[in-house]
């Protein structure tokens, strides 16, 4: 099975753009309309479609 990347909000939408290019499944946040949307939202749209979360965070810059 192939990664899904979700990119958060405080990375650059370019980010996804080259994931895909690599090959990968990656869209960005704001893409799939959650740009503003609060973090438990996402984390729920992480688990009902099974992506991986990108995202910059205290722990450094983690995909999760």
Request: hydrophobic share 50%; with cysteine; net charge negative.
């Amino acid at each position: 099975m192939t990664p899904r990347f979700l990119i958060d909000a405080q990375l650059p939408p370019a980010l996804a753009e080259r994931l895909a290019a690599a090959g990968f499944e990656a869209s960005h946040v704001h893409r799939i309309g959650l740009g503003g949307a609060s973090d438990l939202a996402i984390w729920r749209q992480l688990s009902f479609c099974d992506w991986l979360d990108c995202s910059r965070s205290a722990l450094g810059g983690f995909c999760w």
